[in-house]
């Protein structure tokens, strides 16, 4: 037994949560509390997805040990129970049995899958539930965000405890109850719920991410995709903008109304402690006037300690969802930039990468060790033909998948490929190809599965982007999704590679110590002998909708504007999108320019503007003279000289005209004062006390 791989595995996934975790959240910004139990559920999901390839090779070698001892009483006793898998192992089996390198003693691997499954189902039924409302919620204490999370979650527990005594009173009609068993109901339960949306996912991740690798090769595919993007988000984004402004401006009237002497003052200060920089300003400058006693008008209701609760919460709403839209909005002009600057590129006669602008979303570390001609072969030749390759091989391990999840409850012949691919390496006692297919097949289950909940985005409520812009409920949404998925995942693979003996029929094959913790299902007929094996058909029929947009056709017919490439409005959208982002890159190249002027100019002018200030600190030093006090005399009245304002009543329909008889008239009586007797000494002083008024 080598503790090593287990260790680095146990490291490897803490890391790995972390930067993600680090990636996706400001960690300095949000709350702690959710930050961390966020941090535990992705972490003990990875556990479980790294730890399993090494409970199933640990029980490939268990196996092997089984099949040893009882093989003086297989001479003749080769009955119909026997799996074909164990057969096909025991057939192949050399005379002694090798001890994987990664082998981990059962004890331990039960031990640590019983902390890990059941610390994650609390996270994920009780806890983070009870988080996420706690930190939508709008009031100002902590026991005030408690209440108001009991009472939202007092539906969503009441539910599923409604579901639960259902199927709680149907087991006792039929069986004794006893703990164990109400352990393995409890279990049933959690199960049962996240195999059904795992299957609707498996639909859509199968046949999307192949697709969407091949959509990646074809340039004018995924512009135009960009571009209608653009249009749609760009009402969205609108939208948000209006619903933060409503707000803010509700806040300026209430600050009318609350002054510092209100009770209900220090409440207000929470909420403006989350508006923008702008809005506390403007507050601070219109509430100079401290502790005035501003009665309340007879036709308005006066503030209470709910009618903040709620504007609060609306302000914690409108602000999430300004910088998810602000967030998608920027990722989104960055890709279309990015298909542009291929575009042009592809037609450049020099064969170099050329970008309209220097602000990218390529790392500028790599971009200035990256030639820019090894940059064009990426971008314009083999980045397609990666993208066409990856399709290719993620269609056929997509075939794959659905092949076994439809046959894999057939014993014999065996028919799900992947129990015939851990066959074959547990023959020849090759533990590690039995890791590496594992974890293979489980990673790329658990894309499939979280790319259709992010992808879809639950209409765009829970989001996670890259720049640290993904707030608290979708982090913790995250984090509830991640420990409901991963443990039927795990079963359902389970099941595809045979190591599930109530679904072979066979008790002959050593168990996993993964399933001992987790129980079998037999307490509930129904569920274990047809909904967990017949179920999982349905992904085919959900693959065939996917890979023929039946959702999307039915949105747009439905009014939902989605991506169809032959249809009218989908054009207008992407013309719309094109002319939008057109906009954007012209705002942004003179933002570029600008800073570029700016920077030379501080460049040239830098040290000029330094040694002036150290000659106003040095005459600040020196004593005051007349000269000096008439110099800064002259320069505090033209800092204070007021700048002309123009008014179109001051100057008519024709400003230009008026404008020109003024200087006319100007020029007049210089003229007559030209004429004037000129002051004979020149020199004279100015009259004295001129600058008392300054």
Request: aromatic residues 12%; negative net charge.
């Amino acid at each position: 037994m080598s503790a090593a791989p287990l260790v680095i595995e146990v490291i490897l996934a803490f890391f790995i949560a972390a930067f993600l975790l680090y990636k996706v959240s400001d960690v300095r910004r949000q709350n702690v509390v959710a930050t961390v139990a966020t941090f535990i559920a992705w972490y003990f999901s990875f556990l479980i997805i790294f730890i399993l390839p090494l409970d199933v090779a640990a029980t490939s070698y268990n196996q092997c040990l089984f099949d040893q001892r009882e093989e003086p009483g297989n001479d003749s006793a080769s009955n119909d129970s026997t799996s074909p898998v164990t057969a096909f192992s025991s057939s192949h089996a050399p005379s002694t049995c090798v001890q994987p390198w990664s082998y981990v003693n059962s004890e331990v691997l039960e031990n640590l899958w019983r902390v890990i499954y059941w610390t994650s189902q609390a996270l994920t039924w009780i806890m983070l539930p009870f988080m996420q409302s706690f930190s939508n919620a709008g009031n100002f204490t902590v026991l005030g965000k408690m209440r108001t999370a009991l009472i939202e979650n007092a539906i969503y527990y009441g539910t599923y405890l409604l579901i639960f005594g259902i199927l709680l009173i149907y087991v006792a009609t039929h069986i004794s109850i006893d703990g164990a068993k109400l352990k393995v109901i409890c279990i049933t339960a959690s199960n049962t719920w996240g195999l059904t949306l795992l299957v609707l996912a498996y639909g859509y991740g199968l046949v999307e991410i192949p697709r969407s690798c091949w959509n990646s090769s074809r340039l004018g595919y995924s512009l135009q995709k960009a571009q209608f993007k653009a249009a749609k988000l760009s009402v969205e984004r609108s939208e948000a903008e209006e619903e933060l402004e409503d707000v803010l401006d509700e806040v300026k009237k209430l600050s009318e109304r609350i002054r510092y002497n209100n009770p209900l003052r220090k409440y207000f200060d929470v909420i403006m402690k989350k508006c923008p920089e702008q809005t506390q300003s403007y507050v601070q400058r219109r509430t100079m006037d401290d502790y005035q006693d501003f009665r309340e008008r007879a036709d308005d209701d006066p503030p209470t300690e709910k009618s903040l609760v709620a504007l609060h919460k609306r302000l914690i709403k409108a602000l999430a969802n300004h910088a998810r839209t602000q967030s998608l909005w920027s990722d989104m002009l960055n890709d279309a930039y990015e298909f542009e600057d291929i575009e042009i590129s592809r037609s450049s006669p020099n064969r170099q990468f050329v970008r309209q602008f220097s602000a990218t979303t390529t790392n500028p570390v790599l971009r200035r060790l990256v030639h820019p001609t090894v940059e064009w072969y990426w971008h314009c030749f083999l980045k397609a033909w990666v993208n066409r390759t990856a399709a290719v091989l993620l269609a056929l391990v997509t075939v794959m998948v659905v092949w076994s999840e439809v046959t894999f409850f057939n014993k014999e012949p065996v028919l799900s490929l992947f129990a015939v691919f851990i066959d074959l390496a547990r023959a020849n006692y090759n533990y590690l190809w039995i890791e590496l297919i594992s974890i293979l097949t489980i990673a790329y289950l658990c894309i499939c599965a979280y790319y259709t909940i992010f992808k879809l985005r639950i209409f765009n409520y829970y989001y996670l982007t890259t720049n640290h812009m993904t707030n608290a409920n979708s982090l913790i949404f995250s984090g509830m999704l991640a420990c409901r998925f991963t443990p039927p995942l795990c079963l359902n693979f389970l099941g595809l590679i045979h190591l599930d003996s109530h679904i072979t029929k066979d008790d002959k094959i050593e168990e996993t110590a993964y399933t001992k913790i987790m129980g079998h299902m037999d307490v509930i007929p129904f569920i274990s002998d047809g909904f967990n094996i017949y179920f999982p058909m349905l992904i085919c029929l959900l693959c065939a909708a996917t890979y023929f947009r039946l959702g999307s056709k039915c949105l747009h017919f439905l009014g939902f504007q989605q991506f169809i490439g032959d249809d009218d409005l989908t054009q207008e959208l992407v013309d719309e999108g094109k002319e939008l982002i057109k906009r954007e890159l012209r705002k942004r190249e003179r933002k570029e320019v600008g800073d570029q002027r700016r920077k030379q100019w501080e460049d040239k002018y830098g040290d000029r503007r330094l040694d002036a200030r150290l000659d106003r600190a040095s005459h600040k030093e020196r004593p005051l003279t007349q000269q000096n006090s008439d110099e800064r005399d002259r320069t505090l009245l033209l800092e204070n000289a007021e700048p002309i304002d123009f008014r179109e009543e001051d100057y008519g329909a024709n400003p230009l005209a008026s404008v020109s008889s003024q200087l006319s008239s100007y020029q007049s009586v210089d003229s007559r004062n030209d004429m004037l007797p000129r002051r004979a000494n020149r020199g004279a002083d100015p009259p004295r006390n001129l600058f008392d008024d300054v």
